[in-house]
Structure formats: structure tokens, C-alpha cells
T-cell receptor, first 114, second 115 residues
Framework: GNSVTQMEGPVTLSEEAFLTINCTYT??????LFWYVQYPGEGLQLLLKATKADDKGSNKGFEATYRKETTSFHLEKGSVQVSDSAVYFCALSDRSNAGNMLTFGGGTRLMVKP | GAVVSQHPSWVICKSGTSVKIECRSLDFQATTMFWYRQFPKQSLMLMATSNEGSKATYEQGVEKDKFLINHASLTLSTLTVTSAHPEDSSFYIC???????????FGPGTRLTVL
């Protein structure tokens, strides 16, 4: 079956530090990959996505590249801000699974200190 | 656009009672909605897929008689936790496919505490 593994948190960084949150996946088909962000007290929001190998998703300074050879989709940001403090979820959607249901990783809490 | 709301945002109930949680798509119609459960510091686990006008599809291990789902209109799905027990305490999140049908939009979640 499908699964997503991401690094455990919390990740604590100082403002303007470089961020990497690792994510690897296992899928039977050709999945689309996503990063969602959950700010305190809010629902999940789509941060970025990539639908095929070598695609790079980007949004709000965050980037992730779909690496089929390493089955990875690591999230990166060059300079984090306090406002980036949130929980980040890596997820996949297997196109072979009708309905595009999502499989989530365990989530990684990011805390950015001023 | 594509806003999903949930009500209530939090609820406390006594063991043995039933609790209904509503999920609404505010500015679009959603033929398919999803219900997730999130334990503290853990990921979202899909409970069921709710289809307008038909029975919900439950994931393996989810008791359909305990977690009743009704998707009676294109903008509303409800999850009723029947005869709630403390182990049902959790964060329940719904989502819906947006107007283009290729992205899920999530509600803010409902925190249920069963005493």
C-alpha cells in the first residue's frame, strides 16, 4: 500500500535559517505529491504540489522537487520567518486510486524563533 | 473561494451521548467530502468518503454504525459519533474537492472531548 514518511519534529530554527523537512514515500502507482501546512487553530492548506517526476513545486518561498529515483519530496526554504511556524504534512495521491484520496505523513512541527 | 467550514469547532460531551459534526462547503458544491481523524501529534487518518446522495465508503477498521455519515446536500456532510466514549476523543477534520475537482480543501477541524 501507499505510505508517506517524514522527519519527526519539532524542528526549531532561528529566523532566516535554512529549512529542510525530509519526506519519502511508497506508492504502487504514479502518485502526485503534496505539502500541506496547518497553522495553529486552522485547517490544512495546500502549500505546493508536484504531479510528475522532476517537477518542482513552489510557493511562498518553499520548494520541493519530485525525485522518483529516491522516492522523495523534501521541503526546503532558504530563509524561514516566525510566521512559518506551523505543522507541515507531506502527502501523496495515487492516480490509480479513484477519487484521488490522500495519504498523509505524520506531520512535522516547525517552530521559528525571532 | 473554496472555503470549507465545520461546526462546532469544539465540543465536550458525556460518555454515551451522540455528537453531530457538520461540514459545509461555503462557496462551491461538493459531491464528495472526506472525514479524517487526527490524534495528538499524529497524522490525519482517513475515516470515510462521503458521497452526496449515496452511502459513505468507510475505511477498514472504522465502525460505520458508530460514525454515521450523511451527505444529504451538495454543500453539507455530517458526521455523528454515536454513543461516544473517551477513546473517541480526537480532532475530526473534513475536506471537499474544490470546484475543479483536483484539490482537497480542508475544514478547520472539530475537537471532540468525551468525558
Amino acid at each position: 500500500g501507499n505510505s508517506v514518511t517524514q522527519m519527526e519534529g519539532p524542528v526549531t530554527l532561528s529566523e532566516e535559517a535554512f529549512l529542510t523537512i525530509n519526506c519519502t514515500y511508497t506508492a504502487t502507482g504514479y502518485p502526485s505529491l503534496f505539502w500541506y501546512v496547518q497553522y495553529p487553530g486552522e485547517g490544512l492548506q495546500l502549500l505546493l504540489k508536484a504531479t510528475k517526476a522532476d517537477d518542482k513545486g513552489s510557493n511562498k518561498g518553499f520548494e520541493a522537487t519530485y525525485r522518483k529515483e529516491t522516492t522523495s519530496f523534501h521541503l526546503e526554504k532558504g530563509s524561514v520567518q516566525v510566521s512559518d511556524s506551523a505543522v507541515y504534512f507531506c502527502a501523496l495521491s495515487d492516480r490509480s486510486n479513484a477519487g484521488n484520496m490522500l495519504t498523509f505523513g505524520g506531520g512535522t512541527r516547525l517552530m521559528v524563533k525571532p | 473561494g473554496a472555503v470549507v467550514s465545520q461546526h462546532p469547532s469544539w465540543v465536550i460531551c458525556k460518555s454515551g451521548t451522540s455528537v453531530k459534526i457538520e461540514c459545509r462547503s461555503l462557496d462551491f458544491q461538493a459531491t464528495t467530502m472526506f472525514w479524517y481523524r487526527q490524534f495528538p501529534k499524529q497524522s490525519l487518518m482517513l475515516m470515510a468518503t462521503s458521497n452526496e446522495g449515496s452511502k459513505a465508503t468507510y475505511e477498514q477498521g472504522v465502525e460505520k454504525d458508530k460514525f454515521l455519515i450523511n451527505h444529504a446536500s451538495l454543500t453539507l456532510s455530517t458526521l455523528t459519533v454515536t454513543s461516544a466514549h473517551p477513546e473517541d476523543s480526537s480532532f475530526y477534520i473534513c475536506s471537499a474537492f474544490g470546484p475543479r475537482g483536483d484539490e482537497q480543501f480542508f475544514g478547520p477541524g472539530t475537537r471532540l472531548t468525551v468525558l
